[in-house]
C-alpha cells in the first residue's frame, strides 16, 4: 500500500512516529469562473476558498500511523511529503 508521509513525532531517543495519507483518492473538481456580473466573480471565490480550507482539512487528516527507528529514519532520510510503500506481513515466532 502506497503512502504519503504528513508528519513526523519523535515518540522516544530510539523510535519515530509517521502519520500517514493513502495516495491515490481522486481529486476535487474546479468549478468554471464566470466573469460576466460582479456577483458570480464574488460567488467564485468564496467557492475557491472552500474548496481550498476542505483540501487542507483533508491532508491534516491521516490515514494510519507507524512507528520506525531512528536509525531506519535517518538512513532512509524520511521527510514530510515522501512518498511510501508499507507491507503487512505476518510476523514469524
Known sequence: MRYRIVRIELKDEDEVLLYLKKVGKSPGFMARADFSDPAKIIEFGMQMGMDLAKRIEEIMQFDAFITVTY??????????????DVEVRPVER
Open 71 to 84: 536509525e531506519y529514519y535517518s538512513v532512509n532520510e524520511l521527510k514530510v511529503g515522501d512518498v511510501v
